[in-house]
């Protein structure tokens, strides 16, 4: 009866200590055993706001997308599909600044250096300033000399008529918002990306209500490209004056302290980011809407790109346990800085493992329920036929995402960045060309095989090796016995 105690207590005592984690009141860290603790309680923290945060999206999506698109119809949620696309193209475009700003503010902040801390933060805020602003002119230009009806392969004359202005209000969101990152990023930095959670929360929720008005009152597509990225917008504004004018104004961004040194880090750091983030973008789904329409043409292009922007919206169920992953970033970065490379090898091995394996649970569940629940989603917009293909390709996409993530993570921490643009160099044109060929003989679900065949080849293969040829040698073993 004895040695049955120990396996009843054990589990108990698990659950109570990954339980004493989630409080606001930081852990001491004198001790090693205190800056694990609190380690894990940022990373708790984090995961469960950003959890929270996606199931948020994933609830907002399930009411936006029926309601947009019978309100736009397919050729106008196509084209909504596209305005997203390029949206999450311009906010890769700050030249890498906001994620070169979390690795930098996690390694000030292992350090204990608040100067070197609120340096980068005002380089940073001053230098997303010039880029949104620049942006925002050369949008401005765009919408005003390119007919957007070509861009975005519009037909009818309302979607025309609306295409230029749906860029103008692209621009004015993009050139106020880009500087605001600064806040998010700061908190991911500090490991307290658990407000940021919070605020994209608070902003899909904003989208929500704001687009719930622009339909009940039939004011078109640009103002619900107003009101689907205004939400985000308000919601970091929020984040910025509270993080530097209320809780840490040491930390307040400031012409006086932005210098040469800091300022050449952060652009050295953060070029490599955006050449990373543009060669993801280039070869995984920010321009599939593009590819898919103009392959196909203008009215089988619509309908295949609606029936492709309603399953991915419908993927991102996988995104409440990706939250998970990408709160382990800056959390990696700052243990790597003080050599706690035990802690590091034990999170890489969990971290991987469950990634896949929720990678493939919700993949199998997406292709086995999805044609069922979009049918009850959407209604008679889209056939099941039209979904199955689709819903094949990103059951397998899910699984080889939830890997590709979880080793980027791992790698950014670890500033192996000039290793992974290698491998990124060659998965993402390899992903593009191949998106071109595989839509014109399947479809739209050319596009998502393309992703999953080539960085599932280029990417994975050559990254797991360096994670494990990184924190498995022999040397860094002997270094940390």
Same mark, same amino acid.
């Given at each position: 009866?004895?040695?049955?105690?120990?396996?009843?207590?054990?589990?108990?005592?698990?659950?109570?200590?990954?339980?004493?984690?989630?409080?606001?009141?930081?852990?001491?860290?004198?001790?090693?055993?205190?800056?694990?603790?609190?380690?894990?309680?940022?990373?708790?923290?984090?995961? %469960?706001? *950003?959890?929270?945060?996606?199931? #948020?999206? +994933?609830? /907002?999506?399930?009411?936006?997308?029926? =309601?947009? &698109?019978?309100?736009?119809?397919?050729?106008?949620?196509?084209?909504?599909?596209?305005?997203?696309?390029?949206?999450?193209?311009?906010?890769?475009?700050?030249?890498?600044?906001?994620?070169?700003?979390?690795?930098?503010?996690?390694?000030?902040?292992?350090?204990?250096?608040?100067?070197?801390?609120?340096?980068?933060?005002?380089?940073?805020?001053?230098?997303?300033?010039?880029?949104?602003?620049?942006?925002?002119?050369?949008?401005?230009?765009?919408?005003?000399?390119?007919?957007?009806?070509?861009?975005?392969?519009?037909?009818?004359?309302? %979607?025309? *008529?609306?295409?230029?202005?749906? #860029?103008? +209000?692209? /621009?004015?969101?993009?050139?106020?918002? =880009?500087? &605001?990152?600064?806040?998010?990023?700061?908190?991911?930095?500090?490991?307290?990306?658990?407000?940021?959670?919070?605020?994209?929360?608070?902003?899909?929720?904003?989208?929500?209500?704001?687009?719930?008005?622009?339909?009940?009152?039939?004011?078109?597509?640009?103002?619900?490209?107003?009101?689907?990225?205004?939400?985000?917008?308000?919601?970091?504004?929020?984040?910025?004056?509270?993080?530097?004018?209320?809780?840490?104004?040491?930390?307040?961004?400031?012409?006086?302290?932005?210098?040469?040194?800091?300022?050449?880090?952060?652009?050295?750091?953060?070029?490599?980011?955006?050449?990373?983030?543009?060669?993801?973008?280039?070869?995984?789904?920010?321009?599939?809407?593009?590819?898919?329409?103009?392959?196909?043409?203008?009215?089988?292009?619509?309908?295949?790109?609606?029936?492709?922007?309603?399953?991915?919206?419908?993927?991102?169920?996988?995104?409440?346990?990706?939250?998970?992953?990408?709160?382990?970033?800056?959390?990696?970065?700052?243990?790597?800085?003080?050599?706690?490379?035990?802690?590091?090898?034990?999170?890489?091995?969990?971290?991987?493992?469950?990634?896949?394996?929720?990678?493939?649970?919700?993949?199998?569940?997406?292709?086995?329920?999805?044609?069922?629940?979009?049918?009850?989603?959407?209604?008679?917009?889209?056939?099941?036929?039209?979904?199955?293909?689709?819903?094949?390709?990103?059951?397998?996409?899910?699984?080889?995402?939830?890997?590709?993530?979880?080793?980027?993570?791992?790698?950014?921490?670890?500033?192996?960045?000039?290793?992974?643009?290698?491998?990124?160099?060659?998965?993402?044109?390899?992903?593009?060309?191949?998106?071109?060929?595989?839509?014109?003989?399947?479809?739209?679900?050319?596009?998502?095989?393309?992703?999953?065949?080539?960085?599932?080849?280029?990417?994975?293969?050559?990254?797991?090796?360096?994670?494990?040829?990184?924190?498995?040698?022999?040397?860094?073993?002997?270094?940390?016995?």
């Amino acid at each position: 009866m004895s040695c049955l105690v120990p396996t009843e207590i054990e589990p108990r005592g698990r659950i109570s200590r990954v339980l004493s984690l989630f409080r606001w009141k930081p852990f001491e860290t004198t001790t090693a055993e205190g800056l694990a603790r609190e380690r894990h309680r940022r990373i708790a923290l984090s995961t %469960a706001a *950003s959890g929270l945060a996606k199931g #948020v999206s +994933v609830l /907002a999506n399930l009411i936006l997308v029926p =309601m947009t &698109l019978h309100y736009l119809g397919q050729e106008r949620y196509a084209m909504w599909a596209m305005i997203s696309s390029l949206f999450l193209m311009l906010n890769s475009a700050d030249l890498g600044i906001g994620n070169g700003l979390v690795n930098l503010v996690a390694a000030a902040s292992g350090k204990g250096d608040k100067t070197l801390i609120r340096k980068y933060v005002s380089s940073g805020f001053f230098m997303l300033s010039a880029v949104g602003v620049g942006i925002a002119v050369i949008l401005l230009l765009a919408s005003a000399f390119i007919p957007m009806a070509k861009v975005f392969n519009a037909t009818s004359a309302l %979607a025309q *008529s609306e295409a230029g202005r749906a #860029v103008v +209000v692209v /621009a004015l969101v993009f050139g106020l918002g =880009m500087p &605001l990152l600064v806040g998010l990023r700061f908190q991911e930095g500090l490991q307290e990306g658990f407000n940021s959670y919070l605020a994209q929360m608070a902003g899909n929720i904003l989208a929500l209500g704001f687009a719930l008005i622009v339909v009940k009152l039939k004011l078109g597509l640009p103002w619900l490209v107003l009101s689907l990225l205004g939400g985000p917008l308000v919601a970091n504004l929020g984040i910025f004056i509270g993080q530097f004018f209320v809780f840490k104004p040491w930390a307040r961004p400031a012409w006086a302290d932005c210098d040469r040194g800091t300022t050449r880090g952060l652009l050295n750091t953060g070029l490599i980011f955006f050449l990373l983030n543009m060669l993801t973008l280039l070869g995984l789904q920010a321009l599939d809407p593009f590819v898919i329409a103009h392959v196909l043409g203008s009215t089988e292009g619509a309908r295949q790109v609606t029936a492709y922007s309603v399953v991915q919206k419908l993927s991102q169920i996988a995104f409440l346990y990706w939250a998970l992953t990408q709160a382990l970033w800056p959390a990696y970065a700052e243990a790597i800085a003080r050599k706690d490379f035990n802690w590091v090898r034990r999170t890489i091995l969990r971290s991987v493992r469950l990634s896949v394996v929720w990678g493939g649970l919700t993949g199998a569940a997406l292709y086995l329920c999805g044609g069922w629940f979009i049918q009850r989603w959407v209604g008679p917009v889209l056939s099941a036929s039209e979904c199955r293909s689709l819903l094949l390709g990103f059951a397998v996409y899910m699984v080889i995402y939830s890997f590709v993530l979880a080793l980027a993570v791992i790698i950014n921490g670890a500033h192996l960045l000039k290793e992974q643009l290698v491998f990124l160099s060659i998965a993402a044109p390899l992903a593009f060309i191949l998106k071109f060929f595989l839509c014109r003989e399947f479809g739209a679900a050319g596009v998502v095989w393309a992703s999953s065949v080539a960085f599932g080849v280029a990417f994975i293969l050559p990254a797991g090796l360096l994670v494990r040829k990184t924190y498995w040698s022999s040397a860094l073993a002997e270094q940390t016995k």
